[in-house]
């Protein structure tokens, strides 16, 4: 087993669709645990993830997989919750902790930002004072990650307050598909790139395009 | 003369390098005037612009230009100021209106937004409540636009309130290299549209990429 498979990742949200996508991707490179608020259907996505990427799949409750990961990758789809961030900070001291989220609107047909100003990042930073902290991934479309045969060749912005934390992101980032991590700069600059996500969404949508992301060219 | 080419675009704040660039690349499709507060300035751009297009490119005070136009390119480099809007206003009825503004700060080696909330698209279409205002260019790097050479293979997000503005602004988007118009939605999105030149010159700048664009993949 090499040195990076010894690493445990915990999908915090693993059941949902990023985190199921970003659970079957990285199990072929780290030990991954999925974690759910409802350990059968941590436990019934891990069966799935596992089956699709050829090797073990854990799953938990959120907290211990949090308790029992080296990194977390906060796949939830909104803002979390002060509960759940609260239960999780004692579990993820001088751990990475990447956040894909973007808090988001569908409105009118329109898809917008939700929250004003402070990023979903940033708001992670804050109640899990003592993690490591970066924003990652939310420019890849969810529904590709879990299509093995897509090569997912794209740029994923990553956002961190330091360059080592950044690198430790960058690893995860660039054991999926062919994501390029690019580093965005401290966790301030989330805001404008969680932006990009909505952003897309709406291209997409208006355009009928099939789960667009993007490169820098 | 084509159709196209008697169709007269007025370059506002067309000095700087992203006005100045766009006046080099449309002045192939349409007659192009630059505009300036300072009318020596845009005469002398004028001639630089034209010089390196091979065709005749007009200068103009900015109100002049915009009284002379059909459609008008707001190329100032941050929020117009309500003097310049409500010099222009009068000028620009049932015109279409180009903002490419995208307001910023550079604080502590990171670019950021400056204003919150509303975007500079919507600010200008307030200020030009007839005129016909969509948002585009805000990811063309400006220095490869007066470069002939640079195909500029990027994709363009363009914000409109209607399809029918959308269709005009990207007329003048596909007249610039091989620039694709996508339409993002209306101006409400150009909040998400404008973050995305500060998150890209972050990128660029702590990547050491050159004035790099994007592409949806």
């Known amino acids: 087993m090499s040195r990076l498979a010894q690493t445990k990742i915990a999908i915090i949200g693993g059941t949902g669709d990023l985190g199921f996508g970003l659970a079957v991707r990285l199990a072929k490179a780290f030990e991954v645990t999925i974690g759910s608020r409802d350990l059968p259907r941590a436990t019934e996505a891990a069966a799935k993830a596992g089956a699709i990427a050829r090797v073990r799949v854990e799953a938990k409750a959120n907290r211990d997989a949090a308790r029992a990961c080296d990194i977390a990758v906060l796949a939830i789809p909104d803002l979390p919750s002060d509960d759940l961030l609260e ?33 979903a990042a940033e708001r992670v930073a804050k109640a899990l004072p003592k ?16 299509q093995l045969d897509e090569a997912l060749d794209y740029d994923v912005l990553v956002t961190a307050d330091s360059r080592e934390v950044f690198a430790k992101a960058s690893r995860v980032v660039a054991a999926v598909g062919k994501l390029r991590p690019l580093y965005a700069g401290p966790l301030t600059v989330s805001r404008m790139v969680e932006a990009m996500t909505p952003a897309l969404l709406n291209v997409s949508r208006l355009n009928k395009l099939d789960n667009p992301s993007i490169k820098l060219v």
């Open 87 to 119: 239960s999780l900070a004692p579990n993820l001291t001088e751990k990475l902790v990447i956040s894909p989220i973007v808090p988001m609107l569908f409105k009118n047909g329109v898809f917008s930002i939700s929250n004003s100003g402070e990023s």
């Open 131 to 146: 993690a490591d902290v970066a924003g990652a991934f939310h420019t890849v479309p969810a529904p590709k990650l879990a």
